[in-house]
């Protein structure tokens, strides 16, 4: 009994030990691989142009928010190693603050983005889940654009 | 605020990355504080200001305007 116990902690210990270093520099890797997969498995499944009719745009549209967020991955990813040959930090006070302010811009802007989508629905007829993905496509567009925004122009608050 | 970072940094023959590395940021940051472009921590500027042996004060000079 006594040696299951010390035998199950000494694997719980070297999994933690194993799972922080993971988590701080692989997860994000298995984390994007997963998500391709997952992409890849859902396009292969889906009927092509070739075969009967052409992409529905909202099929596009998902494709679309599933590239963006894969090349956010992987830019962060790249970012990371970068930094690690150059032995400097991934993340320091300056690339945090830039991120809040531009989750915070892109906030405000997302709820206009919402608005207009939300007239949209109304005036026209357009499938729900179309305009949801127009929604999300919108939303990491508009994060994206406001990071990029705020890491060029700074975050002095003089 | 302005600071004196890149004419410090030059009289200690640093480049950037070697200062961040020695203050423990990204040299993106390095960067816009010789801009100007970002004020810093109380820390960060304790840091650096430890980095070329002055106080803080001469490193960032606050100017106050009317």
């Keep these: ?18 799972f922080k270093k993971m988590k701080k ?42 590239v963006l967020l894969f090349i956010f991955g992987l830019f962060f990813f790249i970012r ?13 006070e300056l690339s945090k603050r830039i991120t809040q302010k531009a989750s915070s811009s892109a906030f405000y802007i997302s709820l206009f983005l919402w608005l207009g989508i939300m ?10 889940d179309l305009l949801f993905g127009y929604g999300i496509m919108g939303m990491a567009i508009v994060f994206a654009l406001s990071w990029l925004f705020h890491n060029f122009k700074g975050v002095s608050d003089a | 605020m302005h600071n004196r970072i890149k004419e410090l940094r030059a ?11 020695k203050v423990n940021v990204r040299r993106e940051t390095i960067v816009f504080l010789e801009k100007g472009k970002y004020n810093p921590s109380l820390m960060l500027g304790y840091k650096v200001a430890q980095v070329f042996h002055l106080p803080i004060e001469e490193v960032f000079i606050f100017e106050e305007k009317d």
Excluded at chain 1, 80 to 92: F, H, L, M, N, Y
């Design chain 1, 1 to 18: 009994m006594t040696l299951m116990l010390f035998i199950s902690n000494f694997m719980l210990d070297l999994f933690n030990i194993k």
């Design chain 1, 25 to 66: 520099f692989y997860l994000p890797v298995f984390i994007i691989t997963v998500i391709l997969i997952v992409a890849g498995i859902w396009i292969y499944q889906t009927d092509s142009a070739s075969e009967s009719e052409a992409f529905r745009i909202s099929e596009i549209l998902h494709v679309g928010v599933i």
């Design chain 1, 80 to 92: 990371r190693i970068i930094s690690a040959q150059q032995g400097v930090p991934p993340e320091d």
């Design chain 1, 119 to 128: 007239y949209i629905n109304n005036n026209r007829d357009v499938e729900t």
């Design chain 2, 11 to 21: 009289k200690h023959k640093l480049t950037q990355n070697e200062l961040a590395q």
